[in-house]
């Protein structure tokens, strides 16, 4: 790489049914006028990058290709998943959805950033650098790195805007699955903070005990045998009858539902065949289990509502201004509530490099990788 | 019966597992000030009656008992069914949500009543009298026959208020399932009359025949072997983005929320991995397969919902005075639009024979039976 060129990671899945993952090299984009050229040194990978990043493909089947400074990696896509990539065969894709770094040059009306330690996004940050504009950039307080604002906008503003649904579709009370993930741990610390009541369903009891020791009151371990009777007591405990589902194939989100309708219930004083009346919502807004959602409405009533649930169509419905307010709480509240921790920092060449996939591909809770383009 | 008293069809399930229906002989009650004595001479039986008469009970094991007038009939429900008939256990049910007859005696301030035909809904309609407020009585206009009034309010109201929820809703074009049924045929005529296009699936080239006779432009046999194709066109030609599932189990309404998303693209100029942004909503309205509704999120993008959906709490949302612009359009057009036709019409001790229930629970597409607790 040259002084003038820049290496970008691109991700491709051709339409014979091969996944493509290469650096590009190109020019170093000038900012225009309302722009700035951010050197990008953190980016994290979050599930949903990991979801174009590998698209479907068996990566048992990875090839390793290229130079060691160059590498590219190859694996086949089985027809099955072919079918669900719809229209981004043959597009070579840009990947990363949220990142930090510096301004090493701005436009003539953009010139305030410039040295800003700034994060952003918006899509290809596993790039060494990124232009954006002015405007969509979060310039971070004096003394915060680019790794500790590199993870700004994805999980905080979904764990706030979960917080913030939660009013707006007047619910009291949260369940949230695969809680102890970071995300998870970020939704205690607000709840915690805004008096929310919150319940953690878990995987294992060492996850658990992660939750428990930052103050979380109501975990349930969906591998103790009394799971079912543990979720309805935490349920009826807090009142809870909004739940977001990172995991969503299964039963587990029919289980959220059967343990509000039967917390709903313990305070019914008559019977009605069709259930409770009051409106039991699970959002899903991750597919940890790619298997189908099964809901068996038997134990559930008919006030229910399964939902699939995405932080930029929730943003684009509260609108610029409530965004806003989402955004200045971060800031504020970046080295306490929206901390973010990470298991490795990787270069753009090791995230390219099978057994790295391996580990960042295996999303097990509580890990996240963050990539630096700029790593030495 | 002597003339003071009265049978009424009552539904036990017992806490040690039995079915037991019966006709419990009464006193004919006195309608206080504000009330009215109906003598019901009709009373459909909808699915949603259905579900709390007979109750989970495994009908094979059915017995008949008392006398040829006074029959009574007693089943086994199965352990599995009763851990799903929640509070109603050891509770003798009245049963009948609606039904028509004529006004035989009223209190001082309802005389304007007195000798009316009145329709009314809730339930306890499968009786020979029922007391309900003046109020919640909707009078008939004059040449109607308690047959043709019987079924004003469940279905008409149902199929009214889908077109309703798909206004408030924003949603431009309806998908209905079972479509051939009474409910079906009458959501076709609002539609047809409302220009609001509609696409109908059915189970059988019969039932699509029966619609497209009835002026139905859009029908989906899903047993064609190229439904899926046949579904996204209709989906595509009509715009529809809501639909209401009166089946519910299995992968139905999973197929409905991909035809719609892959109609959606069929317009889309870029790839998004989330799929489209256009919200699709699947309301489950029964249980016609009471299997778990399955959800592979695969090809249905991020903006999504399937629910529960329920008359009454549809009404409740959108309140009195909106539900009473449906009601007074339902009497308007009772003997076009909202015309129900009968398969036969049968006495309360008809109603427990175990011949007879095997016929009106097969819940047949285009199948309905009228109780006449009058009938001579």
Redesign the interface.
Known sequence: MSDSTYLQLRSLVTAAGELQLSLKQAPIPEPAADEVLIRIEAAPINPSDL??LLGPADLSTARVGGTAENPTLTATVPPKGM??I???AD?SMVVGNEGAGVVVKAGANAQALLGKTVAALGGGMFSQYRVMKAAACLPLPAGTSPAEGASCFVNPLTALSMVENMRRENHTGLVHTAAASNLGQMLNKICLKDGVPLVNIVRSAEQASTLRNIGAKYVCDSTSANFITELTDAIAATGATLAFDAI?GGKLA?QILICMEAAI?RK?T??S???S?VHKQVY?YG?LD?????????????????????L??FLEKIGPQATQKLRERIVAELKTTFASHYTAEISLAEALRPETIQAYNRRATGEKYLINPNKA
Chains 1, 2 share one sequence.
């Open positions: 979801a174009l079918s669900a719809g229209g981004r597009q969503g029919n219930n019914a008559s019977y065949r069709y259930g009346a899903s597919v790619t298997r189908p959602i099964e809901i068996d409405r038997s134990n559930v009533g008919m006030a229910w509502s399964v939902s699939g649930w995405l930029t169509y």
